[in-house]
Structure formats: structure tokens, C-alpha cells
């Protein structure tokens, strides 16, 4: 089985990326033959600074690396050191219904939120079809904003398949997490950048301590039970926490008498127990960039020959 996802370098990475879309893939990556790469070109539709691309794209891979992706177990590669995407998505591209773009829900958002249309970010879904079906994934990891881009992926994948009559592509299946569909943030809405609601993977854990204790509570007083249910705090603490913490934490709540600041630092504690080997990693990569370079070129390298075998097999298909 392959498994694959992509995450764009546009911005320092939050704990909504982390739970939501690496530790999933992070997970899976003993079950079957994993791929993770750093999308640049979709982070292109919206960031146009070089300096900035450069730094978030190493950023990324260093953040995979330094949370538990295996380089032996996973091939990690830059989008960009594949070239032979460009030619499969414009492969995609021909086969590809206007209204099924049209419909496209982040196309729409983003035009909502201002930025401005510009063919990339209107094309963007068959780019990601073309990451998704060069490699011939089987299992597409991705949080719940991105499902449709996988079944739109699925409904390029068939129309071409059915045009030029043979199997070229293997129809990929999203994988969201329903437990984590969605982290909220420090505001309660969904953890994102453009809401400045995140906490960073790798922010200094004094910064975490001073958001963790902004969260805002109600104002039950200690003494009293508290629902855990509705509170940002708990929400936070179980993406972290194994059962047993869980279960010992919702006890705390029903049974009054544990304040909002228990529970905040609580949640720091066992953010600095999870995170603290994976900072540590971190700091040992960024000061070996020469490693970091060679996992990503023999990552590109494995991508690589799994795409051009796929591009060959597309332009036969379509008579080139
Ligand atoms: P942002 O919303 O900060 O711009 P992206 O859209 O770049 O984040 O998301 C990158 C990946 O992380 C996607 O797979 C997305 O589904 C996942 N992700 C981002 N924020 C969250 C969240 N709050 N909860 C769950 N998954 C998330
Ligand atoms: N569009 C995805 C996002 O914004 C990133 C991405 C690009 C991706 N290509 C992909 C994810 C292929 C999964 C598979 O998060």
C-alpha cells in the first residue's frame, strides 16, 4: 500500500498540522510505503517571497523529520525536485471539467478572504491530482478541507482512465481522521494561520505557557464541577494524552474542587513530555544540514523514478 500527503511551506507549522495532518501520516508509515513531500508549488498560489519559500520549505522537512518521520521507512522530498508533476498535471489538465474546478470549496474560500484569483490557484486541485496519482498512491491522509481535492483527484483519475481506455491511474482514497478533523485554537475557531489562533510546533516553550494560560474559560469557580466537554483546555489536552489521562483529567473536571490553571498546566506539562524529544531532534538536524540534504535527495531520487514511470505510461496513453 502507498500512502501519501503533501503540506505546504507557507508559514511556521501549528499543532492544528501536526495532529491534523503529520502525525497522522507519521503513524502509518510502518503499514505500507510512505510518501511525504514539501508542496511548494501549491504554496506558490499564495506566497511570492523567495527568501521566505526557502526558509519554510527547509522548515517543513526538518519539522517532519524531527517529529518522527523515518527516513529509512519514508521517502521525504521536495514537490520541485520532480519536474515530471508539470507534465502529467498538464496531462490532467485537458481531462479536467471546468465546473468540477469551479466547485472546489478552498477556491472559493480563498476568494472569499481576498486573495486574488490567479490561474495557479484556480488549477491548483489538478497539480494535487498529479502529486496524488504519479506516485499511484493508494491512501491520501489529509484533514477535512482537503477531502474534496482527493475526490476531485478521483474524478480526473477516472475520466482520463475512461477516455483513452486503460488503467493508467489507481483511484487514491482520502484518510481523515475523524478524531482530529478539527484542532480548535486559542479562540475556539479551527487552529489556522490566517486566523493567528495557533500555537507553533516549534515555538520556545515559554511562549507556549504564556498562550496556554490566555486561553479564555468561564468563569465556574474552582470549587465547582466543570463540563470538560466545553472547554478549549480539555480539547487541547486529550490530542496529547492516552486514555487513562483522559479518563483521570474528565474525573478532575465532574468533580470540582480542580481550577482552569490545573488544567493549563496540565496541558503544558504534557505538551513539554511530548515535544521535548521532538525539539531536541530538531536542534541535532538543523545543525547537520548536510544529513537533512541527502535524506531529501534520496527521497527526490525514489519520487522520482516512481513519477517518470507513471508520466511514461500517461503519454503513451494519450498518443505522445
Ligand atoms: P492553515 O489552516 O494554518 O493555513 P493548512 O491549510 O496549510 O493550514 O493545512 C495544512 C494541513 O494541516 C492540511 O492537511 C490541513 O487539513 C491540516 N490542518 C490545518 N489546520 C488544522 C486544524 N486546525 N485541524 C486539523 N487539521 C488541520
Ligand atoms: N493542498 C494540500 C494542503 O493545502 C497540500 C497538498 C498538495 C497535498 N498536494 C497534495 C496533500 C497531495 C495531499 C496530497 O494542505
Known sequence: ?????????SGKLHWGNYFG????IIDLQEKGETFVFVAQYHALTTVHDAAA???????VALDFLACGLNPEKACLFMQSDVPELHEL???????TPMGLLERCHSYKDKMARGIAASHGLFA??????ADILAYQSDLV????????????????AAKFNQIFGREVFKMPEPMISEAVAVIPGLDGQKMSKSYHNTIGLFEEPKEVKAKIMKIATDSTPLEEPKDPDACRVFALYKLFA?????????????????GYGHAK??????????????????????????????????GAAKARAAARETLAAARDAVGL
Open 242 to 258: 492516552n486514555e487513562a489521562e483522559q479518563a483521570e483529567m474528565r474525573e478532575n473536571y465532574l468533580r470540582g474542587g480542580y
Open 89 to 95: 498535471a498538464w496531462l490532467l489538465s485537458v481531462v
Open 141 to 156: 491522509p489529509v484533514g477535512r478541507d482537503q477531502k474534496q481535492h482527493v475526490e476531485v483527484t478521483r474524478d480526473i
Open 265 to 298: 498546566k496540565a496541558l503544558f506539562e504534557i505538551y513539554k513530555r511530548t515535544f521535548g524529544p521532538f525539539r531536541e531532534r530538531r536542534e541535532d538536524l538543523a545543525a547537520h544540514p548536510d544529513v537533512v540534504r541527502d535524506i531529501l535527495a534520496a
Open 21 to 24: 495532518a503529520m502525525k497522522p
Open 53 to 59: 519559500l526557502r526558509e519554510s520549505s527547509l522548515d
Open 124 to 129: 491548483y486541485p489538478v497539480l494535487m491530482a
Open 1 to 9: 500500500m502507498r500512502i501519501l500527503t503533501g503540506i505546504q511551506p
